[in-house]
């Protein structure tokens, strides 16, 4: 069991990130990946799948065993030889807190080890100062860890997720034009110190990659990129298994790629931003204007213009050009085979995924945009803070991991 003092918590300070992984860490990271989300899988159907011998494979299981992080189920034969023994990860080894800040409410969850979600809670966000932010968040966290069993004792620490530019390596948020203009808030240092456990922070489309990756759309792909469409236009990027995070953590913002220098306002200061006019509030603010009535609410934006209106009808092709230009720009850099486009703004995806589709076909490179599956995944708020989570555990387990396999050279 990981030790839940202050020093462990301020030894996470910084946690370092997949990029800066050893290759040790990396093996035993992906070893445990691929128990995690293919098991019960065999030693030697997890050999094949990372790629490292069978013989490096039963090595490094046997800790994991004796550490209660995997168990054995009953073994079975493929013909003559020893039968093959089906491995899975123990769920109740370990939880994880998640929990994703938006400017008015937290979404949290906490997880077991499978990343199955054993509870779930929201909390609305009256006070978006820094200072506030940090004692919300840790109520909910004990609230959280107080109604499940093990709590505070199994956790391996909370992850955050957050939108806007987040440097998780150093564990500071740059800024976030959502939380009342945060800029430099270490956020990371903020938690860890008011909950004395190890706090993880990370840009939230991230962390939703990061599901995706381990669960959902992104498991059978080692590259693939989300789009995410809602309150802001965010994006996340993983290239052969590993998330993007660039030299400060901004890379994959992909809703700040300007299409339209002349285009509207946008909230980071620039004109004509992707989410600039594909943002739910872009979009209400847009039909406002030219039909003289705001809407009250995305919803109402979608329903006028599934009504017919050809003004609303209107924004939401502009919203679709701008977000397949943004799109194109994506492909043509690194030509994923998948995009999964998501966030609560996609419900309107009927009346935007024409143009986009259109547009993202006419401005990208050669077959780019055609060799490019677009998923479209409208998925809860809790697989946010489920990502967030996720994102914590990948990195508790792993330090765990790598001291209960101190020994044995990978
Ligand atoms: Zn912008």
Redesign the pocket.
């Known amino acids: 069991m990981i030790p839940q003092t202050a020093d462990h918590a301020a030894d996470l300070t910084a946690p370092h990130q997949p990029e800066q992984w050893s290759s040790r860490e990396r093996n035993l990271a992906a070893l445990f990946t691929a128990i995690l989300t293919r098991g019960p899988i065999s030693r030697r159907d997890a050999a094949r799948v990372i790629g490292m011998s069978q013989a490096a494979v039963t090595k490094l299981v046997k800790p994991m065993i004796a550490g209660g992080y995997v168990t054995e189920q009953e073994g079975y034969s493929e013909g003559p030889g020893r039968p093959l023994i089906p491995l899975i990860i123990d769920a109740r080894r370990h939880n994880a807190v998640g929990v994703k800040v938006t400017g008015g409410e937290l979404i949290g969850v906490v997880v077991d080890l499978h990343a199955e979600v054993l509870q779930s809670r929201r909390a609305p966000l009256a006070d978006a100062r820094p200072q506030k932010v940090v004692e919300s968040v840790a109520e909910l966290t004990r609230e959280l860890l107080g109604s499940t069993a093990d709590g505070e004792s199994g956790t391996v620490g909370v992850g955050v997720g957050l939108g806007g530019h987040v440097d998780g390596r150093r564990g500071v948020v740059r800024f976030s ?1 959502m939380l009342e203009d945060w800029r430099d808030v270490p956020l990371q240092r903020m938690l860890a110190d008011e909950l004395h456990l190890p706090v993880l922070i990370e840009n939230d489309v991230n962390t939703l990659a990061v599901a995706e990756q381990w669960f959902g759309a992104g498991r059978d792909t080692s590259s693939f990129a989300v789009v995410t469409v809602g309150a802001g236009v965010g994006g996340a990027i993983v290239i052969d298994d590993q998330l993007l995070h660039g030299a400060s953590g901004a890379a994959g913002e992909f ?2 790629n ?1 299409v339209d220098p002349r285009g509207p306002l ?11 006019f594909a943002s739910d509030e872009a979009i209400v603010r847009a039909i406002g204007e030219r039909r003289g009535r705001l809407p009250g609410s995305l919803a109402e934006a979608v329903q006028i213009a599934h009504g017919g209106d050809p003004v609303a009808r209107q924004v939401f092709i502009e919203a679709g050009r701008a977000l397949g230009q943004g799109l194109a720009g994506l492909v043509n850099l690194l030509n994923p085979p998948v995009v999964i486009l998501s966030g609560e703004g996609i419900s309107a995806s009927d009346l935007i995924i024409d143009a986009l589709n259109e547009e993202l076909t006419r401005s990208s490179f050669s077959s780019a945009g055609r060799d490019c599956r677009l998923v479209v995944r409208p998925l809860p708020d809790e697989t946010w803070a489920r990502g967030a989570a996720a994102t914590m555990l990948r990195h508790g387990v792993l330090r765990s991991l790598m001291t209960l396999t101190g020994e044995i050279p990978v």
């Open positions: 034009p809703g700040h300007i946008c909230h980071c200061g620039k004109r004509g931003c992707i989410e600039a």
